[in-house]
């Protein structure tokens, strides 16, 4: 069964004190992995996509990674707008959903 | 920049009324989503749609369900008798192509009494 998740839960961090975030995931046949914010009672923010394992995408204080078990968000010098939930989706060869794991709730304290 | 609209974005009713929830999604996009997401827990995949018919659902939407593209812009969700445990935000997505990124609306807060 395609299943995701996510560690840790919650991550507390000082402005500027960089840190990653982690999705494993175990899918029959990754056709895509996404990774989406969400500030509290709003809809899924698009952040990236990765298709293969060795890619790696980037964007202001982000870059995202994949392996062909996992993918990492690394925040670099986080400041107190990235506060939110990160949330990771995998998109299998079974089907067009997309599963998602339970996200990781980022605070960055100034 | 081109986004998914979703209205209403907060809808209180009464258990067993019908309630419907509607996505304006990206206009270029050709496959639908529907996911919902209750409160504190995962989102999970609802149903697809493509070229006006279901591509695939999952074992929630079960006959109390329905969705429709009533025109070449909406996108609509349908609850027949709600439940209790139907509260939850139901959000629509949108995306180019089977294996392309799917866009997200704000969502549809849904409380149901």
């Known amino acids: 069964e395609d299943q995701v998740t996510q560690s840790p839960e919650a991550l507390r961090l000082q402005e500027g004190e960089s840190s990653s975030l982690n999705c494993s995931y175990t899918?029959?046949?990754?056709?895509?992995l996404f990774w989406y914010r969400q500030d509290p009672g709003k809809g899924p923010e698009f952040l990236f996509t990765?298709?293969?394992a060795g890619e790696e995408k980037e964007k202001e204080r982000l870059k995202a990674t994949l392996t062909k078990k996992e993918s990492f968000l690394h925040i670099t010098a986080p400041k107190p707008e990235d506060s939110a939930t990160y949330l990771c989706?995998?998109?299998?060869?079974?089907?067009?959903?997309?599963?998602f794991g339970q996200g990781t709730t980022l605070q960055v304290k100034p | 920049e081109p986004e998914v609209t979703q209205t209403p974005s907060h809808q209180v009713t009464q258990m067993g009324q019908e309630v419907i929830l509607r996505c304006v999604p990206i206009?270029?996009?050709?496959?639908f989503y529907w996911y919902r997401q209750i409160l504190g827990q995962k989102v999970e995949f609802l149903v697809s749609?493509?070229?006006?018919?279901?591509?695939?659902k999952s074992e929630i939407f079960d006959d109390q369900f329905s969705v429709e593209r009533p025109d070449g812009s909406n996108f609509t969700l349908k609850i027949r008798s709600t439940k209790l445990e139907d509260s939850a935000m139901y959000f629509c997505?949108?995306?180019?192509?089977?294996?392309?990124?799917?866009?997200f609306g704000p969502g549809t807060r849904l409380l149901v009494l």
């Open positions: 749609f493509y070229n006006n018919e279901i591509s695939e």
């Open positions: 899918v029959s046949g990754l056709r895509g």
């Open positions: 990765l298709y293969s």
């Open positions: 997505a949108s995306s180019s192509g089977r294996d392309g990124t799917q866009y």
């Open positions: 206009s270029n996009h050709l496959y």
């Open positions: 989706a995998v998109l299998s060869s079974n089907t067009g959903k997309l599963i």
